[in-house]
Nanobody, 124 residues
């Protein structure tokens, strides 16, 4: 089992940047494929990005490609999401998630463990 805690959210103007951090504890961090999801008010939780256990493979949803970068540091048990050129439509609660099975997947039901989320608000 792994415990996940997100931080780094906040209020930023459009065009600005934020870096989200997800600190993991418990089982070996490199045992898990990791992902970032987000949920805007009144909407379903949606996939943002995912990274393989050792960072070799990465996949993004189309709306964040070229603006967001997912990365991980297995020595520090930490997942990151660097968000640049933020837009008002990026406003949401952002969640990190861990997947026990191998292979990248954008389906939230494939992820076994979730953090509590961190709020990102982008003003126009």
């Amino acid at each position: 089992q792994v415990q996940l805690v997100e931080s780094g959210g906040g209020l930023v103007q459009a065009g600005g940047s934020l870096r989200l951090v997800c600190a993991a504890s418990g089982r070996t961090f490199s045992d898990y494929v990791m992902g970032w999801f987000r949920q805007a008010p009144g909407k379903e939780r949606e996939f943002v990005a995912t990274i393989s256990r050792f960072g070799v493979s990465i996949y993004y949803t189309d709306s964040v490609k070229g603006r967001f970068t997912i990365s991980r540091d297995n020595a520090k048990n930490t997942l990151y999401l660097q968000m640049n050129s933020l837009k008002p439509e990026d406003t949401a609660v952002y969640y990190c998630a861990a997947k026990s099975t191998s292979g990248l997947n954008s389906n939230r039901s494939s992820y076994d463990y979730w953090g509590q989320g961190t709020q990102v608000a982008v003003s126009s």
